[in-house]
């Protein structure tokens, strides 16, 4: 035992004296440890993201719909084009907003402010933060819903889309076929035994008032991309909503944020994260138990949880309540009880742009959130102390921790190229993500 400490301790003198100028080759060493326990594969590896080309492996295909270059060309325009906004609430609207009005890309694909707003609203400041109700516009005919949008960014993990998890007829959604099309009519989508991205944007595009059908492609240029997107599919059905959608849901797979240090780390470049950011990932992994949440590629989790943050509507800058019952969480799709308060472990790449944290946007910088968890008190007065998912608690790091973790949240996961995924032009030759005239000002487009 004694001979074991004394080979310990000179391996101990031994590793500090000739490492000296590169004491973190044992840190690098015990995240990869901890990375190897914690994947489903052993083996660290497991946390690195595909390249974004590299159709054949992005996970969660739906196998109605495989991955092509031609489908993801068309999905990528026809997502910021404002010229498919032809059915809003006033006909002064037509044509000026999408679905990029709510998912920016300088704001990681969210809206830039504590809501979003497509139909309804007008302008965009710099990046969004200047869109505002159009005041022709009554608070219940603006399109804007009960959370904060999501990230469009890594939705290859995403089987069950939305913060309730209710898209999708995978994933956690095996077991509750009985309720499709129940609780929410939308559902009913769920039986055409799609993926959760195919089955979700076909109902966001009629709840953001877009169209797509073969005449209005036709204006637009569009006909030839749909054509060489979708050659084998009958011509009556080529131009449509469903094939819009798996576009759209192409193109999504691809928007990964796999230029991000921890993802370069993961490839083995050792000088991608600081020491601080190997500290912060350290203690995700470890001390913080993040992981028992987030853990998969994109650091999103397969499970619902009730974390006790505040609702959007009790925020008291929303633009108007909402009521649509987002604010049970899960339960709003399950109407189980056990599900109250539980929303989705969402992913965790690029949030420093976002600037609005939660499904509520209770928080307005990541060091918060950090802390919130830290914590580990519900900050909601409305939910019972029994519905707090077991994991929340106090963690007791202390200030250094606390801003090692929130480096990792900010730099270690933050893909400074995410514009790669922003289309140069859309055919139409509208403004995009917005085209009313005060946002054309904001943005400088004619
Ligand atoms: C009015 C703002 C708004 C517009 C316009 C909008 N979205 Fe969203 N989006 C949201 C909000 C808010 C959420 C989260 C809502 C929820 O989960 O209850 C969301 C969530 C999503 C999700 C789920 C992501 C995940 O991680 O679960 C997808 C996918 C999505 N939107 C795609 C689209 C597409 C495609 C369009 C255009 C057809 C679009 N959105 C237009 C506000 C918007
Ligand atoms: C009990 C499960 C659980 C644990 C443990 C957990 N999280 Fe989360 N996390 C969630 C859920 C659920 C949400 C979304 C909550 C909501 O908005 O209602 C979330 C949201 C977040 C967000 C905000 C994301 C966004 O888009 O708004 C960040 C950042 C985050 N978590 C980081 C962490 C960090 C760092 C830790 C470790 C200190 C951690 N989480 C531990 C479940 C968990």
């Known amino acids: 035992m004694k001979?074991?400490?004394?080979?310990?301790?000179?391996?101990?003198?031994?590793?500090?004296?000739?490492?000296?100028?590169?004491?973190?080759?044992?840190?690098?060493?015990?995240?990869?440890?901890?990375?190897?326990?914690?994947?489903?594969?052993?083996?660290?590896?497991?946390y690195i993201m595909p390249e974004?080309?590299?159709?054949?492996?992005?996970?969660?295909?739906?196998?109605?719909?495989?991955?092509?270059?031609?489908?993801?060309?068309?999905?990528?325009?026809?997502?910021?084009?404002?010229?498919?906004?032809?059915?809003?609430?006033?006909?002064?609207?037509m044509e000026t907003y999408s679905c990029s009005s709510c998912h920016v890309p300088e704001k990681t694909f969210t809206a830039g402010r504590f809501q979003g707003i497509a139909d309804g609203a007008l302008g965009f400041g710099s990046h969004g933060e200047g869109r505002a109700i159009n005041p022709w516009y009554d608070g219940t005919e603006v399109d804007a819903q009960g959370a904060r949008p999501l990230?469009?960014?890594?939705?290859?993990?995403?089987?069950?889309?939305?913060?309730?998890?209710?898209?999708?007829?995978?994933?956690?959604?095996?077991?509750?076929?009985?309720?499709?099309?129940?609780?929410?009519?939308?559902?009913?989508?769920?039986?055409?035994?799609?993926?959760?991205?195919?089955?979700?944007?076909?109902?966001?595009?009629?709840?953001?008032?877009?169209?797509?059908?073969?005449?209005?492609?036709?204006?637009?240029?569009?006909?030839?991309?749909f054509n060489k997107a979708f050659p084998t599919v009958p011509v009556n059905e080529r131009y449509t909503m469903r094939t819009a959608s798996d576009a759209i849901a192409a193109y999504f797979r691809t928007i990964l944020t796999n230029e991000a240090p921890f993802q370069k780390w993961l490839k083995g470049d050792n000088n991608a994260m600081t020491d601080d950011q190997k500290e912060g990932a350290l203690l995700f992994f470890g001390k913080a138990?993040?992981?028992?949440?987030?853990?998969?590629?994109?650091?999103?989790?397969?499970?619902?949880?009730?974390?006790?943050?505040?609702?959007?509507?009790?925020?008291?800058?929303?633009?108007?309540?909402?009521?649509?019952?987002?604010?049970?969480?899960?339960?709003?799709?399950?109407?189980?009880?056990?599900?109250?308060?539980?929303?989705?472990?969402?992913?965790?790449?690029?949030?420093?742009?976002v600037g609005f944290y939660f499904h509520g946007s209770s928080k307005t910088s990541l060091k918060d959130v950090v802390k919130y968890f830290n914590n580990g008190l519900p900050e909601n007065p409305l939910i019972p102390a029994s519905k707090i998912d077991p994991f929340f608690g106090p963690l007791n790091l202390s200030d250094l921790e606390v801003d090692q973790l929130t480096d990792f949240l900010e730099n270690g996961l933050y893909d400074a190229n995410l514009l790669r995924y922003k289309p140069g032009f859309i055919l139409s030759g509208n403004c995009f993500p917005n085209n009313d005239n005060q946002s054309k000002l904001d943005m400088g487009c004619n």
């Open 151 to 225: 990230p469009m960014v890594n939705l290859a993990y995403v089987r069950n889309p939305l913060w309730n998890g209710s898209f999708g007829s995978f994933g956690l959604n095996v077991g509750t076929e009985s309720l499709w099309g129940v609780a929410d009519t939308l559902t009913k989508i769920n039986k055409e035994n799609r993926e959760g991205l195919e089955a979700v944007i076909p109902r966001a595009l009629v709840v953001h008032r877009q169209v797509i059908n073969k005449e209005l492609m036709d204006k637009l240029g569009y006909t030839n991309l």
């Open 3 to 46: 001979y074991l400490a004394f080979i310990i301790l000179v391996n101990f003198v031994f590793i500090y004296s000739c490492t000296d100028d590169n004491p973190v080759a044992d840190r690098d060493q015990e995240l990869k440890t901890l990375l190897n326990q914690y994947s489903n594969t052993g083996d660290a590896k497991w």
């Open 52 to 93: 974004s080309d590299d159709y054949e492996n992005l996970p969660n295909q739906d196998v109605k719909n495989p991955i092509t270059q031609a489908k993801a060309v068309l999905g990528e325009m026809l997502f910021f084009e404002t010229g498919i906004g032809v059915s809003p609430k006033k006909t002064m609207s």
């Open 289 to 353: 138990k993040c992981v028992n949440c987030h853990n998969s590629p994109s650091l999103n989790g397969q499970r619902f949880a009730a974390i006790g943050v505040k609702n959007l509507d009790q925020m008291n800058y929303l633009v108007y309540k909402t009521n649509d019952g987002r604010s049970n969480g899960r339960a709003s799709f399950t109407l189980n009880d056990n599900d109250l308060y539980k929303f989705k472990v969402p992913q965790l790449y690029n949030l420093k742009d």
